[in-house]
Structures are given as structure tokens and as C-alpha cells.
């Protein structure tokens, strides 16, 4: 018998049925749902519904729920609608008529968007883990790779060098502000729904407070309309994701590319490269590229949800229940994600012979052109006296630092033998110890900052 058959004298269309059906994937509420129940029948105790002896039928038979579920035990029924009325299906063959009384002053409404919001906290705990355990990675390599010094690049052009660790570090601030994001959101999430009812609240005398707290809520959402129709707190994570998913896939890509043939910078472990089924030689990045095209799905869960929620009439409609999928799917992808990537990190074997081959001593034409301005000459002049000295050099087949002193005196005339000193990659990098730099001094400190997010 369905929760609302009452008014009907037919049947339900066996293809509406299963359109409407969820199920097959909001059964992964089923512990929330339980525990929302278990709260629930407090409230009716309090509220003077339920006898003792029927709250504590009722929290048995729910605990006994609870335990099919964990055992792999409850069975799902071809009638079944949605994880609420299965485990109420399933309580009244256990209890009988006394389970008629749970859903007292309750409506489906209410209830999925508490046990989203109790399903949200455990998985925000383990996504914040998951994270950190890929902040630790980067944070190990950094550690190590401190003397590294390779390319940096705008626009994918040789720019200036860097440290290795420095590049390492970049990704633990981005993902230290996605974690943020991501525990702001859960802590806007932890209001409670239960007790709104349909929409307009419930008459049955119950403060829905002390159920809010012993959800472990912070307190009920103070408009009925709201709580059954906010779904701000999903697409929050939903963005917060989108976002962690675009730092992963640019991180990805930059790997992918260090890991080719003609940039030499990393090795990837074995264990994180696949092979082709035609060509022997190959091992392909499949983990980044994975943690590349993930970043599409996760995106365009966001958008997948925004566009359903845009234009709803306020309230519960039933678009709403097509808010799991997209959840559900962007939670199971970050976790299976998140690990592969800080192992893949953990394992990397950074190439520091291919990283200082690369370096080319266009790299350091900035620190010339500043050399020049500390010798007097005007910033915009000397950046275009280095400017041609590139080309020249460049179509002479030799590097900056071959071209002769006279050279130089021919563009600024008090310099002297120091100027070469500047050819000198580590140099380059210490001399920027502002802003953030890649400076030892400076990633040493970023490195101890970042160690303290991990306490
Ligand atoms: N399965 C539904 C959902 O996920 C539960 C709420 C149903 N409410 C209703 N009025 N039919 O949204």
C-alpha cells in the first residue's frame, strides 16, 4: 500500500512508478533516515503521541532496521518509492499497526531534507580527510625536492625559474581553500528541517529543538517554506567541488605534461600509468587524465542541480528529488579521486637532471634587464636592451651569458664582470624573496605554515 493511497481507487501507471521511483539511489540514506526517525518519535513522545511503551517499540523496531541495513539484509521491494516509505514499509511488518504512528506531524518533505543534511556530515568529514591526505603528499614531496629548480611558465613559455617545492606548494593553498569552502558549507548545512512538515510547520504542539539538538543541529530552520525547498547547502558543495575539481584537473594537466618524453621533469610510478592494448612501449597517465576529465562531471553536476532549482515554484516540488544524483555522483567521484591522486603524488619521482637541462638562460633576461636598472638605466629601457640581446643571442646560436662584456657596457656602459654572476639559476631564485616567492627562505616558511594545517 502506498504512504498516500488513501484518495485513489487505482492504481498508480507501472511507468509513472518508475519514474518516480528513487530508491534505487536514495537508499543510501537509509542510517540517516533511521536516526531521523529515531529523533521523531522523542518529539511525539514529548509532544504526547506515543505511550513509553511505544517509543520504545518503535526506536526497537527502527534499531532492528538499522541492522538489516547494516547486514546487508533489508530487501528492497519492487513497490518501494523512496527510502522513507520502504523503511516505514518495512516497520509496520515488524510492529504492525503502532508503526502508523511514526510519520505523526511528519511529511517526506521534512524528512529527506534532514537525512540529507545528517548524510552531508559524515561525508564532508571524510572528503576534508581526503583532502589532507593529498595536501600531505604534496607537502612530503616539497619537503624533499627543496634544492629542485626548474622552469617556470606563463602562457606555457619558459618565464622564470622556480623551486620545485614552490610549484608542489601552490596546490596545498588552493586545496586548504577548497576545505575551507567545503566546512563552511557543512556548518550553513547543520539547521534542522524536522518539524516543517509538508511546508507550514506541524500543530502538534512539539518544540522541534530538542530533536534539532539531538541530531547534533545547531538549531531548526526558523521558515517551514525553507526548510522543505532549501537545497542552497547542496549546491554549495556541488560548487565547492566544481571548484576542487578544476585545482585537481590543473594539476593533473601540468603533470601530464612533466611526464612526457620531451619534458622529463617527473616520473609517474608504475602503478599509476595503464598501457595500451596496440602499442608496447606505452604508459599512459590515465590517473591524471581521469583527475582531468572528472572535473567536467563535477561541473557540470553544479549545473546539473542550478538549472533545476532555477524557476522552481517555492516550497517542495518534486523536481527536488533529482537532487541526489548529481550529490551522490559528485561525492563517490571526489572520493575514488582524492586517494589515487596523493598516492600518485606520494610516489612521484621528480627528474632534477631533466629539470636543470631545461633551464635556459632566457629564463633569467628579467634579472638582467634589473641588473641593468640597479646600474641606472630606466626599467622600460633596459627591459628593451635585454629584449634585443634574446634575439641577438638567439640568432647568433648562443646563450646570454656568451655574449661579451662590451656587449653589455654597449647598452648600460658601468657594467662590469658582476653582471655574469647572474647567470646562476639558484641565484635567480633567491634573489625573490618578495611576494611569495620561490626563494628558499620563502618556501621554507610556506612549507612550515602548510606542515600546521596537517596538526
Ligand atoms: N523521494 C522524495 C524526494 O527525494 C521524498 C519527498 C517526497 N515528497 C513528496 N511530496 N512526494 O524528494
Redesign the pocket.
Known amino acids: 500500500m502506498k504512504l ?1 493511497g488513501g484518495r485513489y481507487e487505482v492504481e498508480t501507471d507501472n511507468a509513472l512508478h518508475h519514474l ?1 521511483r ?1 530508491i534505487l539511489f ?1 537508499q543510501r540514506l537509509w542510517k540517516v533516515d533511521l536516526e531521523g526517525s529515531i529523533a521523531w518519535t522523542r518529539e511525539l513522545r514529548q509532544a504526547g503521541y506515543l505511550s513509553a511503551e511505544e517509543v520504545s517499540a518503535l526506536v526497537e523496531g527502527l534499531r532492528a532496521i538499522m541492522k538489516e541495513w547494516e547486514g546487508g539484509e533489508f530487501q528492497v521491494r519492487e513497490s518501494d ?5 520502504a523503511n516505514e514499509r518495512r516497520l509496520t511488518e515488524l510492529l504492525g499497526e503502532v508503526a502508523g504512528k511514526l510519520h505523526t506531524g511528519r ?3 521534512d ?2 531534507a534532514t537525512d540529507e543534511r545528517l548524510f552531508l556530515r559524515t561525508e564532508v568529514e571524510q572528503l576534508q580527510g581526503e583532502i589532507r591526505q593529498l595536501q600531505a603528499a604534496l607537502i612530503g614531496q616539497a619537503e624533499e625536492g627543496i634544492d629542485l629548480i626548474l622552469p617556470g611558465y606563463t602562457h606555457l613559455q619558459q618565464a622564470q625559474p622556480i623551486r620545485w617545492s614552490h610549484w608542489l606548494l601552490q596546490w596545498v593553498w588552493m586545496l586548504e581553500r577548497d576545505r575551507e569552502r567545503i566546512s563552511q558549507a557543512a556548518r550553513r548545512a547543520n539547521l534542522s528541517p524536522l518539524g516543517a512538515g ?1 511546508l507550514a510547520g506541524h500543530s502538534l504542539g512539539a518544540d522541534c529543538e530538542s530533536a534539532a539538538s539531538a541530531l547534533g543541529f545547531e538549531h531548526i530552520i526558523p521558515n517551514s517554506l525553507d526548510a522543505v525547498s532549501d537545497r542552497d547547502f547542496i549546491l554549495e558543495i556541488l560548487a565547492d567541488a566544481a571548484i576542487l575539481g578544476t585545482h585537481l584537473s590543473r594539476l593533473a594537466e601540468d603533470l601530464i605534461l612533466y611526464s612526457t618524453r620531451e619534458f622529463g621533469f617527473v616520473r609517474l610510478d608504475p602503478r599509476f600509468t595503464t598501457g595500451s592494448s596496440i602499442m608496447p612501449q606505452k604508459a599512459n597517465p590515465d590517473a591524471l587524465e581521469l583527475a582531468r576529465g572528472k572535473s567536467g562531471r563535477l561541473i557540470g553536476n553544479l549545473v546539473t542541480l542550478l538549472v533545476t532549482m532555477k524557476g522552481l515554484p517555492s516550497s ?1 516540488n ?1 523536481d ?2 533529482e ?2 544524483e548529481p550529490l551522490l555522483d559528485t561525492l563517490d567521484t571526489l572520493h575514488a579521486l582524492l586517494p589515487v591522486l596523493a598516492a600518485l603524488i606520494g610516489t612521484l619521482q621528480p627528474q632534477g637532471e631533466r629539470m636543470r637541462a631545461a633551464l635556459d638562460d632566457a629564463l633569467l633576461a628579467t634579472d638582467l634587464a634589473d641588473y641593468l636598472v640597479r646600474r641606472g638605466l630606466p626599467f622600460r629601457q633596459a627591459h628593451h636592451a635585454v629584449g634585443q640581446a634574446v634575439a641577438i643571442a638567439e640568432k647568433q646560436g648562443i646563450s646570454l651569458r656568451e655574449l661579451p662584456l662590451d656587449y653589455y657596457q654597449g647598452l648600460q656602459e658601468n657594467c662590469d664582470e658582476t653582471l655574469y654572476e647572474l647567470f646562476d639559476f639558484e641565484r635567480s631564485v633567491e634573489g625573490k624573496s618578495g611576494g611569495g616567492g620561490t626563494g628558499r627562505a620563502g618556501v621554507l616558511a610556506q612549507l612550515e605554515a602548510a606542515k600546521k594545517l596537517l596538526e
Open positions: 498516500w518516480n528513487s536514495d518509492e523512496d527510502i522513507h516509505s511529511s517526506r518533505n524528512q529527506v509538508a517542495y518534486k527536488l528529488q537532487d541526489k
